[in-house]
């Protein structure tokens, strides 16, 4: 049997009110974000010592995501699991939903946005960002052309080209995600080139989390039957990868804390940086990983939904956490001008300094959460990307036929 | 193929859109031949309080925004300080007497031209618009 | 409801209709018709520069350095900052978000509590990391060793106040009025201490050098670190001179006696 893709059906008050309710969210983000652009940086939370703020861990949440999600369409086409074919034209739609959104997010956050062409006609050859732009408009660009590929009849025969790109662009995007961090060299949170392979690993986990949320929210608002089969793969696979980006991240800090020149850093982190502290144990590691992993490690079948569903919540939730101690405790950290030496200026050079997100800049990142839902609504509703049954029975008959097929 | 319903709507849409443009164009020719009750004031040339400009004036009103353009990169870039085409200059010459600046009033020469050809200006935001040595430039002191 | 198969033998749709055609070559033209302009506008971004940087200007064969003296520095003396301020319109508030150039650091030795004052600006390195990440290289570096912000191009993403290892560069968060007409500075920009190049460029020393020089503390000397004769590279011969955070190789053109 086949399985045949359709648009969401609309029309319902559901709907309507989820539409409704991205609008007022898109609204807010945008009255924040005209409200920055007038008065300038000075009315958010950011300064001289917090340069990049909250927008850019939504941001780089979302950056993480996308090619995370992309994952289920990886394993599909590239990996020939046919168990994902069904949801593959979702996690492409994801993916390019949440790059987009992420690099808008950031193009927004720029002192001076009117300029963003300049970084188009200027290219800089060592700049992380420089790459970031191409990198990130040609993910979509072969994400875009994957889809394609696959939903327009006839043109299957070019999936394994485009999925392949995009499997490419996708480690190459990550990676400079990764380096945008990894590659500097002044400050003792960063300067590592870990940071690369970790958020690849993180956006593996952040990205299957975030693919589950929505493939559980479309199919249950719309009465498509999943089924436990496709969901205890999706449970394995998310323990899988809440492992490997738990093992990046636990070497990331056992070599910082190794290296004695970091090792005031990882303290603060790890034991006295109050929030950062906080957040590091309660939200990244308690909240984003162990939980999610008991959760799913030997799941009832009864509880599978409900545990897979809590999981992801709590890894999207782990992964803001996790973001905002990288990059905020990274900078709340002075920098180490004079190794052995208490140092005091002006410029807040020697100290610990405190940051508090303003209301704009969560005006920022609901602009771009709004966006990400606005984007995927109504995309599965203009365009046929969820299949009609997810459930035990169809998924069986179409792994029979594709075997069939092949053999 | 669209029902018939929306095609009906489609022309209809159509047509008064044409007939929008039909009403508006020779109204807004109409004014602007007139000149005199046009919305935007008329450019005001004021004099400059030097001699002569660096070039004479129907070059720079084409191609001022040119040197403006490339001198900059050789000047912040190259380190190039010609003396001849240096922003600090124009506007040393070219400040209103009354304002001091270039940009207060919008009478003031960069103003006046750019309010009636509508092209904002970006250059004030950082470069100053007033000429060092002006009584206003003084008082800014902190 | 439109449905779409996804099966693996996606069975002839037949050949693309007329309309799907039409499609297709519009989507050709008008991809085609967007970037055309954006390769004539990449052209030209390439050609300008190279006009007019034969005639004088800054050349390789000098490089601008500073010698700070930091055993001249008196705790709480701030002439050097006091002049930068004043030379180039800042606002000399001391404020989170307020822009500081050139600022004065205390240390102090945990082990024996031996006190030093010395002042911190833009080193101006021949490796600068903040030249590396910009993203539309709007930080450079002249060909006389100065690290400048071409405000003309920077978009304001803060990459380079986060990549600076010596917390140099400082971003404008609000309007500004009244600036310099020698020193160009607006919101949404980076910026940071230019060696005050509109002074250099004159044959004068950096204000904060002329102000330390004027009040008899010698603490700073300014000068050109390729020329052998000049005092600063004859000093740094014979001294034994040092970089702050000298082990990331950045080569600065600011150097420190004393630290």
């Not at chain 2, 039909?22 to 030097?50: D, F, H, K, M, Y």
């Not at chain 2, 490339?70 to 190039?80: A, V």
């Not at chain 3, 833009?122 to 100065?146: L, W």
């Amino acid at each position: 049997m086949n399985i045949v893709l359709h648009k969401l059906q609309g029309g319902s008050r559901g709907h309507h009110q989820l539409l409704a309710g991205l609008g007022l969210m898109l609204a807010l983000g945008v009255s924040a974000l005209l409200y920055i652009e007038h008065y300038g940086h000075i009315v958010t939370g950011m300064n001289n010592q917090f340069v990049w703020g909250l927008p850019d861990v939504f941001s780089i949440f979302l950056m993480l995501s996308g090619p995370g999600t992309l994952s289920i369409a990886l394993l599909a086409s590239v990996f020939g699991k046919v168990e994902y074919e069904p949801v593959a034209p979702l996690s492409g739609l994801l993916a390019i939903a949440l790059v987009f959104t992420g690099l808008m997010l950031l193009m927004l956050d720029l002192g001076r946005p009117d300029r963003a062409s300049q970084a188009m006609l200027h290219f800089n050859p060592k700049s992380v960002l420089s790459w970031n732009l191409y990198l990130y408009s040609g993910f979509m660009g072969f994400v875009g052309a994957y889809l394609w590929s696959l939903m327009e009849p006839g043109m299957r025969r070019f999936t394994p080209w485009a999925i392949g790109l995009a499997f490419a662009w996708r480690i190459g995007l990550t990676t400079g995600t990764g380096s945008i961090y990894g590659f500097q060299v002044a400050r003792q949170g960063f300067d590592s080139a870990i940071f690369a392979p970790m958020y690849i690993a993180l956006s593996l986990s952040y990205g299957l989390a975030v693919f589950v949320l929505v493939l559980l929210l479309a199919c249950r608002s719309n009465g498509i039957p999943l089924g436990d089969a496709l969901l205890a793969r999706l449970a394995r696979l998310q323990v899988i990868f809440i492992g490997v980006a738990l093992y990046f991240v636990l070497i990331h800090h056992m070599t910082n804390y190794y290296f004695t020149r970091n090792r005031d850093f990882e303290r603060f982190i790890l034991f006295d940086g109050g929030i950062y502290t906080n957040l590091f144990w309660f939200g990244q590691m308690l909240l984003g990983t162990i939980v999610p992993f008991a959760l799913l490690a030997r799941p009832p079948l009864a509880q599978l939904r409900a545990r897979i569903a809590a999981s992801a919540a709590l890894i999207v939730l782990g992964a803001f956490a996790q973001l905002y101690v990288t990059i905020l405790g990274g900078q709340a950290q002075p920098l180490p001008l004079f190794p052995g030496h208490q140092v005091s200026s002006s410029f807040f050079d020697g100290i610990v300094n405190s940051y508090t997100p303003s209301l704009s800049e969560w005006g920022l990142g609901v602009l771009g959460l709004a966006l990400v839902g606005l984007i995927v609504t109504l995309a599965l509703k203009l365009i046929a990307f969820l299949p009609q049954r997810l459930d035990d029975a169809a998924l069986q008959k179409y792994r029979a036929k594709h075997a069939l097929a092949a053999s | 193929m669209a029902g018939r319903s929306t095609q009906r709507l489609f022309i209809v849409s159509m047509l008064c859109w044409l007939a929008a443009l039909l009403a508006v164009i020779p109204a807004a020719w109409a004014q602007a031949a007139q000149g005199s009750s046009s919305r935007v004031p008329q450019p005001v040339i004021e004099t400059a309080r030097g001699g002569e400009c660096v070039a004479d004036p129907s070059f720079m009103r084409r191609n001022h925004m040119k040197l403006l353009m490339h001198q900059r990169d050789d000047t912040l870039r190259g380190g190039i300080r010609t003396g001849k085409y240096s922003l600090k200059a124009c506007i040393a010459c070219h400040a209103s007497q009354r304002s001091q600046s270039v940009t207060a009033e919008p009478s003031n020469f960069c103003q006046s031209c750019h309010n009636y050809a509508a092209v904002k200006i970006d250059c004030f935001e950082c470069h100053a618009n007033k000429p060092a040595d002006s009584t206003a430039m003084q008082q800014d002191k902190p | 409801m439109k449905s779409q198969n996804l099966t693996p033998h996606g069975d002839a749709a037949g050949t693309p209709s007329g309309r799907r055609g039409f499609l297709a070559i519009a989507a050709v033209g008008m991809t085609g018709i967007l970037l055309a302009p954006g390769v004539r506008l990449i052209e030209i971004a390439q050609a300008a520069p190279a006009a007019g940087t034969t005639s004088a200007g800054a050349i390789a064969k000098v490089r601008w350095g500073m010698l700070i003296d930091s055993n001249q520095c008196r705790s709480g003396c701030t002439d050097c900052v006091n002049a930068c301020n004043s030379e180039n319109g800042l606002s000399g508030g001391t404020l989170p978000t307020d822009s500081q150039w050139i600022r004065k650091i205390e240390i102090k030795d945990v082990r024996n509590g031996k006190t030093q004052s010395l002042p911190m600006m833009c080193q101006h390195c021949a490796e600068p990391p903040c030249v590396d990440v910009c993203p539309t290289g709007a930080s450079f570096k002249r060909a006389d060793g100065i690290v400048l912000v071409d405000r003309h191009r920077c978009i304001g993403c803060r990459y380079c106040l986060m990549a600076c290892p010596y917390k140099a560069r400082s971003f404008v968060h609000e309007p500004l009025t009244h600036q310099k007409p020698d020193v160009p500075r607006g919101m949404g920009t980076a910026e940071a201490c230019n060696l005050c190049v509109h002074r250099v460029d004159r044959g004068e020393a950096p204000a904060c050098v002329a102000a330390c020089a004027a009040a008899g503390h010698a603490a700073m000397l300014f000068g050109d670190l390729n020329d052998p004769a000049s005092e600063i590279a004859k000093r740094i011969a014979s001294y034994s001179t040092r970089q702050i955070r000298e082990n990331l190789n950045l080569d600065t053109g600011v150097r420190y006696i004393g630290i």
